[in-house]
């Protein structure tokens, strides 16, 4: 099946009271994890590459190998950039062949956040791309781009209306106390304002930094409005662990895949676990 947009993945997790997962890959065995995982569960995927994964894996690759993967494959698929903050780099993504895109001017002022995206949304939709935009700022460090807690604010329901509005976005990420990265606590939700943002926006609603959120909380999330769930970290971490025991278990084994293959099933069941608890049924 050829990849599809976010737009059309999110409308049907809104429609079924579910959210899709987006998990990042940046590499052939991640890309595998990820859609033989979605594969198991016959439920519609996302995924997404960050500029650093591009930057470290080549935009060639990145989508050679996501659309490789999606031709083999009877369940949707979107292929997303994740927090793009270069007008240029989008559109390299669109040209690539990206079905979905983030432009993140959330460090900018509000004015200069909407006349970039804006500027995003216009191309992006004369050639079917869908834009996720982002408001309030989302603590933590995603790759190369780092926000301190400092820094992190929450989403303004008010201003997210009027961001909505201006800017013409399919859906948008929200602060609303999750960061990037592991939790030192427990992470504080702010459910209340998700409500309001719900209630003043009509577009999907996209959680980043989920890893280590409690499952109640997800759960809780994905009924305020939330269709899109961003997992990285507790990827990454399914994936080395596996790596790492591995190493141990053989420490005179040369052939990487003997070494790489049990961290890929690993993260492949994170996956899983994920695409459950966000509440696909599978087909
Ligand atoms: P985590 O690394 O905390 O899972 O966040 C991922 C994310 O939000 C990517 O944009």
Redesign the pocket.
């Known amino acids: 099946m050829a990849l599809v947009t976010t737009t059309r993945l999110l409308e049907d997790a809104r429609r079924g009271g579910y959210a899709v997962g987006?998990f990042?890959a940046n590499n052939l065995e991640i890309v595998q994890a990820i859609v033989e995982a979605a594969r198991e569960e016959g439920a519609a995927v996302i995924i997404?590459a960050?500029q650093g994964a591009i930057k470290y894996a080549g935009i060639e690759y990145i989508t050679a190998m996501v659309r490789a993967a999606a031709e083999g494959l009877d369940i949707p698929m979107a292929l997303h950039l994740?927090?793009g903050t270069d007008f240029g780099q989008v559109m390299r993504c669109i040209r690539h062949g990206f079905t979905s895109v983030m432009i993140d001017g959330s460090a900018l002022p509000f004015e200069e956040n909407v006349a970039l995206t804006a500027r995003v949304v216009e191309v992006a939709h004369a050639v079917g791309v869908s834009v996720e935009g982002e408001l309030g700022r989302?603590g933590?460090t995603?790759d190369d781009v780092s926000v301190s807690d400092r820094e992190a604010t929450l989403t303004d329901p008010e201003e997210a209306r009027r961001f909505v509005e201006l800017t013409g976005v399919d859906c948008l990420a929200v602060a609303i106390g999750?960061?990037?990265?592991?939790y030192r606590g427990k992470p504080q939700l702010d459910f209340d304002r998700l409500k309001e943002i719900r209630d003043a926006v009509d577009v999907p609603l996209v959680l980043?930094?989920?890893?280590?959120v409690p499952d109640e909380d997800v759960r809780m999330a994905i009924s305020l409005g939330i269709a899109k769930i961003?997992?990285?970290?507790?990827?990454?971490h399914a994936f080395v662990s596996a790596l790492r025991a591995r190493l141990e278990e053989l420490p005179r084994e040369i052939d990487p895949r003997k070494l790489l293959a049990p961290a890929r099933e690993a993260m492949k069941e994170k996956v899983r676990e994920k695409i459950r608890l966000f509440g696909q049924r599978g087909s």
Not at 178 to 182: D, E, K, P, V, Y
Not at 231 to 236: G, K, N, P, S
Request: charge should be negative.
């Open positions: 987006a990042n997404q960050s994740d927090h989302i933590g995603e999750t960061a990037h990265g592991f980043h930094g989920a890893s280590g961003n997992i990285d970290t507790e990827l990454r």
